[in-house]
């Protein structure tokens, strides 16, 4: 590492250490003073390099407070704080620990395996991978039995927090459908930490609410929700990081002795991969998501369709979404955007509707490595090195001129600069 470099690293270092609340770590202090449930899978990564053991509690907090159909929320409110709406007693999921009553992106599979590849100590690695083994396989069950009924062999995610793309072009058409009527009045705190102009709108948040709402009706029983949900949309990136983290997680089971275990979740994660395949797009040589009450593809090229490289997908798939990601660059100055720079409903400093995200950056990078598009992925390191040394430690990025945007000191860009780093 030359001088610079070193800096940079101290200061990742800093914004982990500062954001840690000893059993997990809060995404940024202000905006979000929770444990979030793939920031924390992801940051693990990072704090693995300074500190394994600490590493692996990340991942144990957020588990513990797994709900006994298997989900893991996509939030948990360990100590409260009005500092952030909707806050636990808008959830009232009535847990011993209050949570969110929806998921997130699961990546842990795909973490736990990385950090167990890479533990100084097997013995100890091993010991604390075969108690969350049971686990995150206890979340893919849930995942194929509440959110694929009919058995299509992908997920969908009923509300766009779990995509963790809140405000994607992707979800506008399906949910222009969510209706309004009797959200109860409510007063935002993330404008209050970050510029407005980089958020979801008022019109977003009103049917984020209402399907709060509708979820809290139902008891947050998920054998109802889905059903019941006004929006399903099957997200190629959401069930790509399913795929790899069944993928992980069986390669795991296998090392560790659990066949079984194993067998299952390379079943289902070939079967996603075989079912992913209809989502692909010729026109925009990427995947799309589909909508599931209309069974139509959504015509809006996104992120969430480049991820998918972070599966085991088809080669040509690979090289195809490499030559497409090459397209988008050539349009801004950083990588990757969030969204299409091509489509006209591209906003380049509004949230995941353009915007440049680091954890995207590395799990792309990541994906076409393994698929041999070396020169791409080292593309995207670079780029997401040169936006840290001109904008610090963002949530994410102006992709056109690498502005920082949303809250500053942010914990998991910092765990996954260490990963570039390291
Ligand atoms: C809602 C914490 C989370 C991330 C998401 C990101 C944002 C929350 C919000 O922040 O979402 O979950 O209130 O905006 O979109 O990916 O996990 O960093």
Same mark, same amino acid.
């Given at each position: 590492?030359?001088?610079?470099?070193?800096?940079?690293?101290?200061?990742?270092?800093?914004?982990?250490?500062?954001?840690?609340?000893?059993?997990?770590?809060?995404?940024?202090?202000?905006?979000?003073?929770?444990?979030?449930?793939?920031?924390?899978?992801?940051?693990?990564?990072?704090?693995?390099?300074?500190?394994?053991?600490?590493?692996?509690?990340?991942?144990?907090?957020?588990?513990?407070?797994?709900?006994?159909?298997?989900?893991?929320?996509?939030?948990?409110?360990?100590?409260?704080?009005?500092?952030?709406?909707?806050?636990?007693?808008?959830?009232?999921?009535?847990?011993?620990?209050?949570?969110?009553?929806?998921?997130?992106?699961?990546?842990?599979?795909?973490?736990?395996?990385?950090?167990?590849?890479?533990?100084?100590?097997?013995?100890?690695?091993?010991?604390?991978?075969?108690?969350?083994?049971?686990?995150?396989?206890?979340?893919?069950?849930?995942?194929?039995?509440?959110?694929?009924?009919?058995?299509?062999?992908?997920?969908?995610?009923?509300?766009?927090?779990?995509?963790?793309?809140?405000?994607?072009?992707?979800?506008?058409?399906?949910?222009?459908?969510?209706?309004?009527?009797?959200?109860?009045?409510?007063?935002?705190?993330?404008?209050?930490?970050?510029?407005?102009?980089?958020?979801?709108?008022?019109?977003?948040?009103?049917?984020?609410?209402?399907?709060?709402?509708?979820?809290?009706?139902?008891?947050?029983?998920?054998?109802?929700?889905?059903?019941?949900?006004?929006?399903?949309?099957?997200?190629?990136?959401?069930?790509?990081? #399913? @795929?790899? +983290? !069944?993928?992980?997680?069986?390669? &795991?089971?296998?090392?560790?002795?659990? /066949?079984?275990?194993? %067998?299952?979740?390379?079943?289902?994660?070939?079967?996603?991969?075989?079912?992913?395949?209809?989502?692909?797009?010729?026109?925009?040589?990427?995947?799309?998501?589909?909508?599931?009450?209309?069974?139509? #593809? @959504?015509? +809006? !090229?996104?992120?969430?369709?480049? &991820?998918?490289?972070?599966?085991?997908? /088809?080669?040509?798939? %690979?090289?195809?979404?490499?030559?497409?990601?090459?397209?988008?660059?050539?349009?801004?100055?950083?990588?990757?955007?969030?969204?299409?720079?091509?489509?006209?409903?591209?906003?380049?400093?509004?949230?995941?509707?353009?915007? !440049?995200?680091?954890?995207?950056?590395?799990?792309?990078?990541?994906?076409?490595?393994?698929?041999?598009?070396?020169?791409?992925?080292?593309?995207?390191?670079?780029?997401?090195?040169?936006?840290?040394?001109?904008?610090?430690?963002?949530?994410?990025?102006?992709?056109?001129?690498?502005?920082?945007?949303?809250?500053?000191?942010?914990?998991?860009?910092?765990?996954?600069?260490?990963?570039?780093?390291?």
């Amino acid at each position: 590492m030359n001088q610079q470099t070193e800096k940079i690293y101290e200061h990742a270092l800093e914004v982990l250490k500062e954001n840690d609340q000893g059993s997990y770590t809060v995404p940024t202090k202000g905006l979000y003073p929770f444990q979030w449930n793939w920031d924390s899978c992801l940051t693990a990564l990072g704090q693995f390099h300074y500190d394994e053991a600490r590493a692996w509690t990340e991942i144990e907090t957020l588990f513990a407070n797994q709900w006994p159909d298997g989900m893991v929320p996509h939030i948990v409110f360990h100590v409260y704080s009005d500092g952030y709406f909707p806050g636990p007693n808008v959830w009232d999921t009535r847990r011993p620990t209050p949570t969110s009553g929806i998921t997130q992106p699961p990546v842990a599979g795909f973490a736990i395996k990385r950090l167990y590849d890479r533990a100084t100590d097997k013995a100890e690695a091993a010991r604390r991978a075969r108690a969350l083994l049971p686990r995150i396989d206890a979340w893919h069950r849930w995942f194929y039995e509440m959110r694929d009924p009919g058995h299509e062999g992908l997920v969908a995610i009923l509300h766009p927090w779990e995509s963790g793309r809140d405000n994607s072009i992707d979800w506008d058409e399906a949910f222009e459908r969510v209706p309004t009527d009797g959200v109860e009045p409510y007063v935002r705190r993330d404008t209050q930490h970050a510029d407005p102009a980089h958020r979801p709108t008022k019109a977003q948040y009103d049917r984020y609410l209402y399907l709060v709402q509708l979820f809290r009706s139902l008891g947050w029983d998920n054998a109802r929700l889905h059903d019941a949900s006004p929006f399903k949309v099957v997200d190629p990136g959401f069930n790509a990081i #399913l @795929i790899r +983290s !069944a993928m992980d997680l069986a390669a &795991l089971a296998d090392e560790l002795g659990e /066949p079984e275990l194993a %067998a299952r979740n390379r079943a289902r994660a070939e079967n996603s991969l075989a079912a992913l395949e209809t989502l692909w797009s010729d026109k925009h040589q990427q995947y799309l998501c589909r909508d599931r009450v209309t069974g139509q #593809l @959504i015509d +809006s !090229a996104s992120i969430g369709g480049i &991820l998918p490289v972070f599966a085991a997908v /088809p080669k040509a798939r %690979a090289e195809a979404i490499a030559r497409t990601i090459e397209r988008w660059a050539n349009e801004v100055k950083y990588m990757v955007p969030s969204h299409d720079p091509a489509d006209p409903r591209f906003e380049p400093k509004r949230y995941w509707r353009a915007p !440049a995200w680091l954890v995207m950056n590395y799990m792309i990078q990541d994906g076409l490595r393994s698929a041999g598009e070396t020169a791409m992925a080292d593309r995207i390191v670079t780029s997401s090195l040169e936006l840290i040394t001109q904008s610090g430690f963002a949530e994410y990025y102006d992709p056109t001129t690498g502005e920082p945007c949303g809250g500053g000191r942010f914990t998991w860009t910092a765990a996954m600069v260490i990963e570039f780093l390291e």
